[in-house]
Every structure is written in structure tokens, then in C-alpha cells.
């Protein structure tokens, strides 16, 4: 055994122990060809995976080094499964190759060996994409680009695309020193890195890709740092209109645009410009079932030479569609938690493009670029007069008493009490629980039937300070932007949803002169424990433990 | 080199003197010449030693050792004494029977093995040089002498798959299993889990009725061993009888000692191994002992077959808690050790990982681990600090779990004076599981005899039971063998003296001896003996080269049919005495048994052939050559 940071498993995952002095260093060169997975305090995981030994190879980084590094590092010695498994996943890039074609309707795909040749011409869905062309290349059309490069992976044969993106119309932008606002601006180092990390030399294999940051820690200045360096008519999609606003503002105050290049592009205004920001909503929005998606087509057809897909996670299944017809614009995916309960988590990488970078939440915390916060886990009887209902009910039913327990009313009033001088949230998922909650103590309440304008009058009153308690439904839980906000009561919550649970936490996350706290009310003896247990998965992969608090009688 | 002790040169003279006459003339003359009588032998045993004990003439004797010699000799040192036909029948793949017959002998004749009462053993003057000679490849074959660290049936994984099993209440092998133990084939997985439920089934550390329990306290039995020692068991375990299963600890043992020196080897070398210490361990050679130690993990076969490397002493690593209930170690874990009872195996490998849940941690209470116990255990093991939210979480739970308590006993309600009866007397109280109310008590079910026996000494009538319903009481499965089977596991490991390979010079004959041969005034057949002890290896220095016949006629073939008669007819109830016999279509071993005549005078050799003494009867006029050998030197 050395006196080294790394553990390597033989299912190909690597344990770092985050307190060996030299774990940083073998941290910069994980993340060259490994996925982080999970960071707990101690020992965080990642992974050796096909997408990121092709990625890494996509970027230049080979076999060799790769093993190298994995022994150098390694506290015992390698075993020859994993090192046979990076140079034989490695040595698939570079089999398939997408290049231009003297036909501009067409790319080709040159292929190296007949073997390989043979076997997508025997698969189907390959098969109906391509056009022969000679012993080694095939031909594909242009909207191809995406699929075929999924359905190749999926075989087993990434695709090295040595197309470089289209740069799209010229639109000139820079960041500012001091915002609109007047204060000192400038992009964090990780916020450049991440940016460089997708853009690389802009070269072929560069310019797509997906970025992990912990909520709060600005992913929309990440955005703003590639539309400044791509200076391009740019697509940022959002999960709804306060968001939409927010980007607006956000780009306004920290970039030279003006306010008539933004444009917005909702279900209330539909005003594309050369920066344009819209929701998932308008764009798989259709007036009937069966028909086409007539906003769709701000996508393919609106030249855009950036596309930036905030919430990456939330990406419907009709933009996946689309999104792969789009592989020849830069892109962009921006996350805080990308774990999405239908497991799609790897179209997003084939089609958005691969996670570039991604960064442990618990080290922005000790840097100071996130809040502090402290969750708890206050665990609340049910009333007596509810326990036989209870035990007699069906899973759902369980669900809902325990997540409407009247008593979690009582918990509510003490927290706030608790924190008189904190910008307070009260997050729930019933919206009859959050009216009864809103109407005792007189609170403002925000829910999906709110009116825009009510909602953003809300945001506002609340962001400068003249309410301090906000009641709000699942409409917050992503993208709203509540500086302040240093306490989050969430009363009940969607089922075991992992990124709701983070995403909600992540409202009180941007940095501020006072730590943040989280508290989560469950139903004691109740399905809700082991729901909540599920939904703080994520939290606790990236190193926050909640405190159980049993609340008394 | 060491003197030769005293010891050594008695050893020597005791067995040379319990050859046979003939036998002893027969050495003595090739190595002290021409014998004058009359003669002593006492004297000549004495010259004989003396001979021996010189340091050039021992130094000859093994410069001569080649290549088959030292596979031979091997094979002694590692099998211990073995008869002639065990060292025949264990290298008959790597050379004829014919061939091997005529080296043994040799061997014998070149004075490195000496009879012991019908087993070969090293030359007590040279035992220690002799050794020092033995290697174990190229006995073994010729592969890399290099561990590797393929997966293998360690404490770990049966406390890991103890675990699955305490978990899951059922035997059978879910597919699932395979990402909890990443570095195990799927299939080596599947057979793994069927050997060890039939095995720890059969001790009782499990037992599978309506669900899969585990008797925890023989698991901790188990998992005290080392890992060397548990797979130990796991070979031995399935032999019926308690001397087979003794045999078997100790042919693995070594076994297992043996692997760990030699790295790899073809299947028919290991073969070769696995006889050898069924011999020496007296236990019946089964072919199917392969496929269990490729199951266990002891041996992976990727062209050859790999010995994995077995840790002896790689001692668990303080415990890392994480903020999402994982606790991971490196290592292995004392037998004492209760993490895996109130845990979920998440993956066991280089770093093994255990999650705790509000269910792992109640399959613990359940298993009579208490609060108090965990929660000191988790204190004492992390690293840097305790999970104070996992104490939480535990403690809430555990505050849920005792909401509730389930006995089983008889439920004995009584009057005051027997109740004072019963919190009084000294022997009722293990008898009491507890006391529900101030008259009403719990008593155990197993010793129900015992407390009523009791009562009614001390004077009370006690009635029958009143029932509602009858009770199924199931007698607890035990296996008394278990503990024992333990113990004898406990084995050291076993040291293994012998190199794994030596460099040596070639063996080469003298050829200042051969001219001294060829120049010397000899008669034919005198020339003819010479030549060919001298290629026998038999001639070490000049002395030796006199004109006398020391072996006689051994060779006859061609035209002279009389020669081979003679030859034949002269080996005829000689049990030390084979023959070599060329026919067209094969080549023979045999003893002699007699020679008969036809009604045409053609002579019939009626022969035993070995190894299987099969009687044949051989017109003398259809063999090529006959050549006679030295088989036994007794």
C-alpha cells in the first residue's frame, strides 16, 4: 500500500480521500478523463466511464496518460481490468469519423475498418441514415448529425466530428467591469474555467457540452462568459417566465447589450432578437395532442449560433428531438443537479454534449462562493385523530396525510419565529397546505396560477426587502434568483425527487453575510420518512447531513 | 557446507545395510572397485560411508543432477518419502513409463535416493545439499512465478455475503448481486453463492426454512479466521468423515503455500500438485478439487492457471462515514467486527462500502446486537469524526424500535407466593425472559423442564399449559461439528523452504573418465560394463575404474535369441530386476515370472506388466531388445 490519494475499484469507480495532502492534484487530473459522481465530506467518487474516456480523448488526452496517471496515483496496484478497459474504450475514438463532404447537403462518416463498417450497416435505425459512398465512408445528411452520433455511441463507436460548429450571426457583446447596478463585477476563476472548459480552442470537439454548478454559485455569469467569448446570436431556454426575466436582467446588468437586443420569446411576448430567452413551456407547447409543436421551430430555424439550455435536467422530450438536429451550433447545458428520475441523464451528455466540467459543492462552500447551510430534518407526529385514517390508507393517500399534516402548521410558526430577522421560503407541493399556511400568518403566497406580474412584483417586494416571508409552490424550485433568502421551510415535496430537494436548498444558497438553513418538515412514522430519505440522496452525495430534529408534542 | 554429523552417516549405514545382498554388492562394487575376500561388511559399509562423505565425491554426485533428476527430487522433497511407482505414476505425463522407471533406478544407483522401507528418501549425507538442488519449476511448468490479485472467497465476502443474505432472507443468486461485487465474475459470483449456502447450511451458519437466517455468533466464529484459513475449510469442509476433513485442512494448507510460491502453471502441472499432496496428505485424489478452487477464487485460469494472491494480515482500516450513511474501509475486518450486521453492503472491493439504514440498522437489533453496542462501535472505529446525524438517525430509530417488543415464552401467571418464589430464587432466573407485570412472567420455552422442576421442588403444583391454539415449536438447527471444524482450521501457514526456480550449470559427464575408460587394457564385456555405468553416472572418480563385470549382460536384441532368452530367464522372480522390452509396436516393462517352451522349442516369457502387473505371455522371438534394469534398489 502507497502513501497516495486514490482508490481504484474494480468497477472502474475512484475513491479520492479528499484529506490526503495530495488530493488536489490528483483531483486536476481526474477530471481530465473521469466523472465526478459524488462528494461527501470525506471521500468523494468518480468514475471511469466510455462518454468520459471519449471525451477526454476528444480533447487529446490518450490511453497512455490516462493509465499513467491512474497508477501514479493509485494507494494499491491497478487491476489489469480497468487499465484494459481505458485503452480499449480509448482506442474506439477515432474508428468512426465525421467529416465534411463535397456534397453540402451531406458529411461523411469514414470508417476505419470493414469489421466495424459491417456492423452499422447491420443495425436498423444506423443503417436508415446512411448513404454509401465508398469501401470506407458512408455518407449521412446534415440533420443527422445528432442521431447518428447517439446511436454510434450507443454501439459502442463514438464519433470523432471534426466539423467545426457554425459560428452564427456576429453579435457584439462584453462582460462589464462594475454591473448596471454599480458594483464591482468581475467572473470568478471557476466561472472562466468552466467556460473554457467547454469552448477549448474552439475546435472540432469543442464549443458543446454540459457544466455542473452548485446552485448559486452563478451559472448564468458561466452563460454570459461564453456568449461574451462567442459573441453570436444566442438561445438561452428557461424553465419559466420569471426566469426568463431574470436572465434578461442578469445580462443586462452585467453585459454592454441593450435592452432592445434582448428579446423575449414566452407564451405573454414572442419577440426573438439577437439575445433571446424563452421556456421549455412555449417551446413544447402545442394546441392539440396529436399536432406539431409550433414554437419549435424558434430552434431549428432561428440561425441561432449559441443555444443555452438552463436546468439542463428539465429538458423535455420533444427538445431532445430537436436538440439532436442541432449539432451544429455551440451549445450549452447549465445544472445544479443533474439527475433526472427518468434516468435520461446520458442523452443529455450524447445530445447536449458531455459534462465539461463539474465541481464539488461542499469546496465552493468553503470558498465562500456558496452559503454556508445546515440542513435539518424536523420530524412531526401525526394528530391522533389521523393514525387509523393513516394506517388504513394506500401509499398515495399515506403520502398526502403525512405531507398535509396539520401539526407541520405549529412547526412552521415556531421556525419563522425562530429566524425573525431571515428572508424566509416556505416551499410545499399541496397548494391547499400553502393557502392554509399563507392565510394564518397572513403571508404572500406564490403558486403556478399566480399571475406573472403578481409573481414578479412578489419576487421584487421580497428581493428588496419588504417582505421577509414568501410562500411559494414548485414553481420557485428552479432558476429564481432570491439573493437574500437565508431560510427555506419545506413542508412537503414531490414524492422522492433528489434535484427538487437540492434545487430547493439551492434558493438559499448565493453567498451572504449569514449562514443559510434548510429545514424539511416530515411526518413521523409515516411513508414520508422514507420519501424524504430519498430526496436528500443528493444532498448528502455532495456532503451535507441533516440534523433530525423530533419536534415535541 | 556443513560437517557431516554423525547422525547423517548412521542414518546412511542403516539403510544401506538393509539391502538385499545382492543389491549391496552391486553398489559397492562400482564404487569401491574390485572386493577382496574374504570381507567384513561392517568395514565395507564404513568405506562405503566414507566414500560418500567425501565433500568431492558429494560434489560430483550433483554436479551430475540434470534437469529430470531435479523434477524427480522435487517431487521428493515437496511429496515427502514416495515409493518409486508414486514418483512413476505422478510424472508418467512428462516422460514413458520406460523412461521413468530407468531414472528412479538410477537415481538409486547414483546413491541420491536411498530405500527407506520401500519409500525413496534423500541420502542422509547430502540431504541438505540435495535440497538446496530442488526447485519447484520446472516441476511445475514453466509460467510466471507472479500473484495476481484476482477476486477469491475472502472473510470479506463471506461477511459481505452473509449480509446479502441476512438482507434478502433467500439463498438463490440474483443477477443485481454482480454490481455489489464488482471485481467477481458473474459466474464465479453464482457458484460462489451456491457453495457457500450448501456449505455454511450444512454447519448451520445459516439456515434456510420458511427464511434465510443467520446464526451470527458461529458467522463470528467463521470470519475470526484468516483468509487462508477459511478457504482451508471451505475445501475440507465437504468431505464426510472428521480424518478426511483433517486431510483435506492439511492438503490445502500446503497447497495454498505452494501456489502462493509458484504463481502459475498449466493445468497439467497444478494436476501434478494436487496428486502430489493428495498422496502426501493421504487424502483421495478428486478431480473435481479444480473446479473448487476456481470457484473459491484460489486459482483463475487465463491460459494458465493463477494463484491469487491471499491476504494474511491486511488489517481493517479505521472506518470513513460519510454525510450519505456510507462507511467505507480498506481492509479486513476482525471476526468480531459488526459492521455488516447493521449495514447494507453497497460494494465490496478494494475499498468496501456498507450503507446504514433505518432497516439495516433494525436487522441489527434484530440480531441481538444492541444500541448500546453499534453505537460504542461506530464511535470507536471513525475517522476523523462520528457522524453525529447518523447517531441521530440511529438513535430515532432505535427509539421506534423498542416501541414495540415481540417475546416468545410461556406466559406464567402466578399467585404472590409463588411470584416471591420466582423473583427469589436464584436458579429460576435465567429461566425468566421477563417479568410482564407484577404476577405475570415470561419464561423461557427451551427450559421449560427445568423451571417446572424447580417449581415443584419448591412446592408448587404446576398445572398444564392452557392453550388457545397450538404452537409450532421448532428446534433451533445446530451442527455440534461446527466449532470443531474451527478450531482445526486454525493452522499456521505452512513454510515452504523450496525456490521457486534456480539457474544451474548443465550436468556434464567427465571426460577425463570416459578416456581413462577407453584407454584402459579391458575385455569386451568389461569395457562394456564400464561404459555403461560411466553413462549411468555411476563412475565418479578413477578408483573406480577397474576391470571387473559389475552388471553382467544387460542388453540382448537383434539376432541373439539366446542372449535374450538368457536374459529373460536370469530376471525370473527377481523383484528388483525389470526388463525392458522393444516389441514392434511397443515398448514394455515388466517382471519377469517365467520362462516356458513350446512343443516347438520357441521360447514364451510369461511377464507381469508394469504398472498394472497385467500377466502377458510374449513369444520371445517378436521382441527387438531386451534390457534388463535395476528397478528397486532393496
Same mark, same amino acid.
Given at each position: 500500500m502507497r502513501d497516495k490519494p486514490l482508490i481504484v475499484q474494480s468497477d472502474r469507480t475512484m475513491l479520492l480521500d479528499v484529506h490526503h495532502q495530495d488530493s488536489e492534484a490528483c483531483r486536476s487530473d481526474l477530471v481530465k478523463f473521469c466523472e465526478l459522481i459524488k462528494s461527501p465530506?470525506?471521500?468523494?467518487?468518480?468514475?471511469?466511464?466510455?462518454?468520459?474516456?471519449?471525451?477526454?480523448?476528444?480533447?487529446?488526452?490518450?490511453?497512455?496518460?490516462?493509465? =499513467?496517471?491512474?497508477?501514479?496515483?493509485?494507494?494499491?496496484?491497478?487491476?489489469?481490468?480497468?487499465?484494459?478497459?481505458?485503452?480499449?474504450?480509448?482506442?474506439?475514438?477515432?474508428?468512426?469519423?465525421?467529416?465534411?463532404?463535397?456534397?453540402?447537403?451531406?458529411?461523411?462518416?469514414?470508417?476505419?475498418?470493414?469489421?466495424?463498417?459491417?456492423?452499422?450497416?447491420?443495425?436498423?435505425n444506423i443503417a436508415k441514415m446512411l448513404v454509401p459512398n465508398d469501401e470506407q465512408s458512408f455518407l449521412i445528411e446534415k440533420y443527422h448529425r445528432g442521431e447518428?452520433?447517439?446511436?454510434?455511441?450507443?454501439?459502442?463507436?463514438?464519433?470523432?466530428?471534426?466539423?467545426?460548429? =457554425? *459560428?452564427?450571426?456576429?453579435?457584439?457583446?462584453?462582460?462589464?467591469? *462594475?454591473?448596471?447596478?454599480?458594483?464591482?463585477?468581475?467572473?470568478?476563476?471557476?466561472?472562466?474555467?468552466?467556460?473554457?472548459?467547454?469552448?477549448?480552442?474552439?475546435?472540432?470537439?469543442?464549443?458543446?457540452?454540459?457544466?455542473?454548478?452548485?446552485?448559486?454559485s452563478g451559472k448564468t455569469v458561466v452563460g454570459m462568459q461564453i456568449m461574451s467569448l462567442l459573441q453570436t446570436k444566442t438561445l438561452i431556454v428557461t424553465t419559466n417566465i420569471a426566469a426568463v426575466h431574470q436572465w434578461r436582467d442578469e445580462i443586462l446588468d452585467k453585459t454592454n447589450l441593450k435592452r432592445e437586443q434582448i428579446g423575449e420569446y414566452t407564451g405573454e411576448s414572442k419577440n426573438p432578437k439577437e439575445?433571446?430567452?424563452?421556456?421549455?413551456?412555449?417551446?413544447?407547447?402545442?394546441?392539440?395532442?396529436?399536432?406539431?409543436?409550433?414554437?419549435?421551430?424558434?430552434?431549428?430555424?432561428?440561425?441561432?449560433?449559441?443555444?443555452?439550455?438552463?436546468?439542463?435536467?428539465?429538458?423535455?422530450?420533444?427538445?431532445?428531438?430537436?436538440?439532436?438536429?442541432?449539432?451544429?451550433?455551440?451549445?450549452?447545458?447549465?445544472?445544479?443537479?443533474?439527475?433526472?428520475?427518468?434516468?435520461?441523464?446520458?442523452?443529455?451528455?450524447?445530445?447536449?454534449?458531455?459534462?465539461?466540467?463539474?465541481?464539488?459543492?461542499?469546496?465552493?462552500?468553503?470558498?465562500?462562493?456558496?452559503?454556508?447551510?445546515?440542513?435539518?430534518?424536523?420530524?412531526?407526529?401525526?394528530?391522533?385523530?389521523? =393514525?387509523?385514517?393513516?394506517?388504513?390508507?394506500?401509499?398515495?393517500?399515506?403520502?398526502?396525510?403525512?405531507?398535509?399534516?396539520?401539526?407541520?402548521?405549529?412547526?412552521?410558526?415556531?421556525?419563522v419565529a425562530r429566524h425573525p430577522d431571515d428572508f424566509i421560503l416556505i416551499i410545499g407541493q399541496y397548494i391547499s397546505q400553502l393557502e392554509i399556511i399563507a392565510s394564518l400568518f397572513d403571508l404572500p403566497i406564490i403558486t403556478g396560477s399566480t399571475p406573472n406580474t403578481k409573481r414578479e412584483e412578489l419576487y421584487r417586494l421580497f428581493k428588496e426587502g419588504e417582505i421577509n416571508i414568501l410562500v411559494v409552490s414548485k414553481v420557485a424550485n428552479f432558476a429564481i434568483d432570491l439573493p437574500d433568502a437565508s431560510v427555506a421551510i419545506q413542508v412537503s415535496g414531490t414524492f422522492g425527487s433528489r434535484s427538487e430537494e437540492a434545487q430547493?436548498?439551492?434558493?438559499?444558497?448565493?453567498?451572504?453575510?449569514?449562514?443559510?438553513?434548510?429545514?424539511?418538515?416530515?411526518?413521523?412514522?409515516?411513508? =414520508?420518512?422514507?420519501f424524504a430519505a430519498n430526496r436528500q440522496k443528493f444532498l448528502a452525495e455532495q456532503g451535507y447531513s441533516y440534523e433530525i430534529e423530533v419536534w415535541p408534542h | 557446507m556443513a560437517p557431516l554429523t554423525k547422525h547423517a552417516k548412521e542414518a546412511f549405514k542403516t539403510l544401506l545395510n538393509r539391502y538385499s545382498e545382492e543389491n549391496y554388492f552391486y553398489l559397492a562394487r562400482n564404487y569401491l572397485g574390485l572386493i577382496k575376500t574374504p570381507f567384513h561388511k561392517p568395514e565395507l559399509t564404513t568405506k562405503l560411508c566414507n566414500f560418500f562423505s567425501q565433500p568431492e565425491i558429494e560434489g560430483k554426485i550433483l554436479s551430475l543432477i540434470d534437469e529430470m533428476d531435479q523434477i524427480i527430487l522435487s517431487l521428493v522433497h515437496i511429496g515427502g518419502p514416495l515409493t518409486g511407482e508414486n514418483i512413476i505414476s505422478l510424472l508418467e505425463g512428462k516422460w514413458s513409463y520406460g523412461k521413468l522407471v530407468r531414472r528412479v533406478s538410477n537415481l538409486q544407483e547414483r546413491m541420491i535416493l536411498l530405500n527407506d522401507g520401500g519409500s525413496l528418501i534423500f541420502n542422509p549425507l547430502f540431504e541438505e545439499r540435495i535440497r538446496l538442488l530442488c526447485s519447484l519449476k520446472p516441476l511445475l511448468g514453466e509460467g510466471p512465478d507472479v500473484l495476481q490479485n484476482g477476486a477469491y472467497c475472502s472473510t470479506e465476502f463471506v461477511r459481505a455475503y452473509l449480509n446479502v443474505l441476512d438482507r434478502e432472507q433467500r439463498l438463490a443468486y440474483k443477477d443485481e448481486y454482480s454490481s455489489l461485487f464488482p471485481s467477481y465474475s458473474p459466474e464465479q459470483l453464482k457458484l460462489l453463492f451456491s457453495l457457500l449456502g450448501e456449505t455454511l447450511g450444512r454447519q448451520c451458519v445459516i439456515t434456510a426454512e420458511k427464511r434465510v437466517?443467520?446464526?451470527?455468533?458461529?458467522?463470528?466464529?467463521?470470519?475470526?479466521?484468516?483468509?487462508?484459513?477459511?478457504?482451508?475449510?471451505?475445501?475440507?469442509?465437504?468431505?464426510?468423515?472428521?480424518?478426511?476433513?483433517?486431510?483435506?485442512?492439511?492438503?490445502?494448507?500446503?497447497?495454498?503455500?505452494?501456489?502462493?510460491?509458484?504463481?502459475?502453471?498449466?493445468?497439467?502441472?497444478?494436476?501434478?500438485?494436487?496428486?502430489?499432496?493428495?498422496?502426501?496428505?493421504?487424502?483421495?485424489?478428486?478431480?473435481?478439487?479444480?473446479?473448487t478452487l476456481s470457484t473459491l477464487g484460489v486459482l483463475s485460469l487465463n491460459d494458465l492457471w493463477h494463484a491469487n494472491h491471499i491476504e494474511e494480515d491486511a488489517l481493517r482500516s479505521t472506518l470513513v462515514i460519510d454525510s450519505d450513511n456510507t462507511i467505507s474501509y480498506s481492509g479486513s475486518c476482525p471476526g468480531s467486527d459488526i459492521l455488516y450486521r447493521f449495514s447494507e453492503l453497497t460494494v465490496l472491493d478494494r475499498q468496501t462500502s456498507y450503507q446504514v439504514t433505518p432497516q439495516s440498522f433494525t436487522r441489527g437489533l434484530d440480531s441481538n446486537l444492541t444500541w448500546t453496542v453499534i453505537h460504542t462501535y461506530l464511535e470507536n472505529n471513525s475517522y476523523p469524526l462520528m457522524s453525529a446525524s447518523l447517531l441521530k438517525m440511529l438513535a430515532i430509530t432505535y427509539e421506534r424500535y423498542q416501541q414495540i417488543t415481540i417475546y416468545d415464552g410461556i406466559v406464567l401467571v402466578t399467585e404472590d407466593r409463588v411470584t416471591r418464589l420466582l423473583t427469589q430464587l436464584e436458579s429460576m432466573q435465567d429461566h425468566i425472559v421477563a417479568i410482564i407485570n407484577e404476577n405475570t412472567f415470561l419464561m423461557k420455552r427451551s427450559t421449560e423442564m427445568t423451571w417446572r422442576n424447580i417449581l415443584v421442588q419448591s412446592g408448587v403444583l404446576v398445572p398444564a399449559k392452557r392453550t388457545g391454539e397450538r404452537l409450532e415449536v421448532t428446534a433451533e438447527a445446530d451442527n455440534p461439528f461446527f466449532e470443531k471444524l474451527v478450531q482445526v482450521s486454525k493452522l499456521p501457514p505452512v513454510p515452504i523452504d523450496i525456490p521457486c526456480m534456480l539457474d544451474r550449470e548443465p550436468a556434464m559427464l567427465d571426460q577425463t573418465l570416459h578416456l581413462a575408460i577407453e584407454t584402459m587394457k579391458l575385455t569386451k564385456a568389461e569395457r562394456s560394463d564400464?561404459?555403461?555405468?560411466?553413462?549411468?553416472?555411476?563412475?565418479?572418480?578413477?578408483?573406480?575404474?577397474?576391470?571387473?563385470?559389475?552388471?553382467?549382460?544387460?542388453?540382448?536384441?537383434?539376432?541373439?535369441?539366446?542372449?535374450?532368452?538368457?536374459?529373460?530367464?536370469?530376471?525370473v522372480g527377481k523383484h528388483n530386476i525389470a526388463l525392458q522390452l522393444m516389441l514392434p509396436e511397443q515398448e514394455l516393462i515388466v517382471q519377469a515370472l517365467e520362462v516356458a517352451y513350446t512343443a516347438q522349442k520357441e521360447a514364451l516369457l510369461k511377464a507381469a506388466v508394469m504398472p498394472d502387473m497385467e500377466v502377458k505371455i510374449i513369444p520371445v522371438s517378436k521382441i527387438f531388445l531386451v534390457r534388463q534394469l535395476r528397478y528397486h534398489l532393496v
Open positions: 465530506e470525506h471521500v468523494h467518487t468518480y468514475s471511469l466511464s466510455a462518454i468520459s474516456l471519449w471525451n477526454a480523448a476528444s480533447s487529446g488526452v490518450n490511453s497512455e496518460f490516462i493509465t =499513467e496517471r491512474i497508477q501514479f496515483w493509485s494507494r494499491f496496484p491497478v487491476s489489469e481490468s480497468v487499465l484494459f478497459y481505458v485503452n480499449d474504450i480509448t482506442s474506439r475514438f477515432g474508428k468512426v469519423v465525421l467529416s465534411a463532404s463535397e456534397d453540402p447537403m451531406y458529411y461523411m462518416l469514414t470508417i476505419e475498418s470493414a469489421r466495424i463498417k459491417a456492423e452499422m450497416a447491420a443495425r436498423k447518428i452520433k447517439l446511436q454510434l455511441i450507443k454501439l459502442g463507436y463514438p464519433v470523432d466530428d471534426r466539423i467545426p460548429l =457554425e *459560428k452564427g450571426i456576429s453579435v457584439p457583446m462584453a462582460l462589464r467591469e *462594475k454591473t448596471q447596478g454599480g458594483y464591482k463585477f468581475g467572473v470568478r476563476a471557476y466561472q472562466r474555467q468552466a467556460a473554457q472548459a467547454l469552448l477549448g480552442d474552439l475546435g472540432p470537439g469543442c464549443g458543446y457540452g454540459t457544466i455542473v454548478l452548485p446552485c448559486g439575445v433571446t430567452v424563452c421556456t421549455y413551456q412555449v417551446l413544447t407547447y402545442r394546441p392539440d395532442k396529436e399536432g406539431p409543436f409550433p414554437h419549435l421551430e424558434l430552434l431549428t430555424k432561428g440561425e441561432w449560433g449559441l443555444i443555452i439550455y438552463d436546468e439542463v435536467h428539465m429538458l423535455p422530450a420533444p427538445v431532445f428531438k430537436v436538440t439532436a438536429e442541432l449539432q451544429a451550433v455551440y451549445r450549452v447545458g447549465l445544472t445544479a443537479t443533474l439527475v433526472r428520475e427518468d434516468g435520461r441523464e446520458d442523452e443529455v451528455f450524447s445530445l447536449v454534449g458531455p459534462k465539461r466540467f463539474d465541481i464539488p459543492w461542499n469546496e465552493l462552500q468553503q470558498q465562500g462562493f456558496i452559503a454556508e447551510a445546515f440542513c435539518h430534518e424536523i420530524r412531526v407526529d401525526l394528530p391522533t385523530e389521523m =393514525e387509523i385514517p393513516y394506517a388504513v390508507g394506500n401509499k398515495r393517500e399515506k403520502f398526502r396525510m403525512a405531507s398535509e399534516n396539520p401539526l407541520k402548521l405549529d412547526v412552521v410558526k415556531a421556525l430547493r436548498l439551492g434558493r438559499i444558497l448565493r453567498p451572504k453575510d449569514r449562514a443559510s438553513f434548510f429545514y424539511s418538515i416530515v411526518t413521523r412514522y409515516s411513508n =414520508e420518512e422514507e | 437466517s443467520v446464526n451470527f455468533e458461529k458467522a463470528q466464529q467463521l470470519l475470526a479466521l484468516s483468509d487462508r484459513q477459511l478457504l482451508c475449510l471451505l475445501i475440507a469442509e465437504p468431505y464426510p468423515l472428521e480424518k478426511e476433513r483433517m486431510q483435506a485442512l492439511l492438503f490445502s494448507n500446503e497447497l495454498m503455500a505452494l501456489l502462493d510460491k509458484v504463481g502459475s502453471c498449466d493445468t497439467a502441472s497444478l494436476t501434478l500438485l494436487l496428486r502430489l499432496l493428495s498422496l502426501k496428505t493421504g487424502l483421495t485424489y478428486d478431480s473435481s478439487l479444480l473446479d564400464l561404459e555403461q555405468r560411466f553413462k549411468a553416472k555411476m563412475i565418479l572418480v578413477e578408483d573406480q575404474i577397474v576391470a571387473q563385470v559389475v552388471n553382467g549382460v544387460i542388453e540382448a536384441g537383434g539376432f541373439d535369441y539366446q542372449g535374450k532368452v538368457g536374459l529373460c530367464r536370469n530376471a
